[in-house]
């Protein structure tokens, strides 16, 4: 787990997962914990200054979620491929170490609006439309 205020640990595709996020998760302490996450630190002021090392592996969004098993995930297979699309879009590495400002930055110039239904294709949230809605406004924001 991250100590506070250092930096924040993720695998590939949380970096999306972040900017969709919208108060809804897996369990009542998957969820808090990711508030805590995205709102208390990413989406706070000064949040884009928030640094972010990439990592091949259970992250701090990951740490109380009910699905993971150990290290793993029970839908690792799922889970790999998610990683592997986003990994590729945003030209991660494991070792990276980025701000959420540059994050989104990367994200506006490699990740185009009506992506993520490929790009996330198989994640239960995906048909909801709001990581979609969230990038849209991303795009929108900074034209
Ligand atoms: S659709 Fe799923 S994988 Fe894609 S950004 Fe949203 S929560 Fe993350």
Known sequence: M??????????PHHFLCSLGFQGKGY????TANMTAIVLGRLRAPRGDATEI?????LDDICAPCPKRRG??????????????AHASALSLRPGDRL????????IR??????????????CQWEPYGLCEA????????SA
């Open 53 to 57: 090392t990439v990592i091949a592996a």
């Open 109 to 122: 110039r490699s990740v185009p609006a009506g992506s993520l239904a490929t790009l996330c294709a198989g």
């Open 99 to 106: 701000t959420w400002g540059e994050a989104k930055a990367r």
């Open 27 to 30: 369990s009542p302490e998957f």
């Open 71 to 84: 290290s793993a995930c029970a839908s690792q297979e799922q889970i790999d491929r998610l990683d592997q």
């Open 2 to 11: 991250t100590a506070p205020g250092g930096p924040l640990r993720y695998r």
């Open 134 to 141: 969230a990038l849209s406004a991303l795009h929108r924001d």
